[in-house]
């Protein structure tokens, strides 16, 4: 066989592998989703969602037990089913384990997660809330922090009501979370969207009766002054 021959031959044979091998491992993350434990966790809303193990451990603000879950992923030996792990949805706010971690607020936790490439701009499909948004809503200030060193950026990202993090805390009442997003920088005169009113993070504190929000907002320097730019009836967001 002549040099040229081989030299094709070889680069043939080198393609075939890489088609085989893709498609061992296209395989083997298939079967791992299959096969993936799933946990039915009962929510007020709409009785039962699934999550996966990992994002059950995150639910529960549970580091041991999302470790254990990590282990069992490497144990197959694919980073890509890492990574498809850490983008999984649950079946009803199709958040990922980030968000859910940032609902239970360990910060331990969320370290973890994001070490390992979570992404903190990842939105969920019920509303367009980062992870933060849900920090911010569920009152965890120091799951906040941890989000915000690691992207900025994330204090003026808004979801589908044209909510930033901050207008989510105030809506919620939580003052140590609204503290801490003005001690970062979060913009105190943003406005949601236009058919939720239009409102600034006052608006929302005052139209909620959480007066020691309005309180920490208003000495932060927030305008007393602001009115709606529309009349709305606005509930607030659920996970």
Known sequence: MASSEVKESSSKGHHLGKVIAGTVSAIQMSNYMTELKQ???????DGKMEM???MHACFLGDLTAAQQAFKDIERRGHRTL???ELRRRDSWAGSTPLH???YSGNVA??????????????ANNRDQSLPIHL???FGRADAVYALVRKEVSQLAITNSLGSTPLHEAAFEGHPEVISTLIDLRANIEARNNEQEGGLTPLLCAAEYGHLESVRVLLHAGANP??????????EPASA
């Open 39 to 45: 946990v039915k966790v009962s929510i007020q809303v």
């Open 52 to 54: 996966s193990a990992l």
């Open 82 to 84: 890492l990574e498809a």
């Open 100 to 102: 859910w971690a940032a």
């Open 109 to 122: 936790l969320i370290e973890e997660l994001l070490c390992r490439g979570a992404d903190v701009n990842e």
């Open 135 to 137: 920090a911010a809503r």
């Open 225 to 234: 002054n602001t009115k709606p730019l529309s009349t709305t009836n606005r």
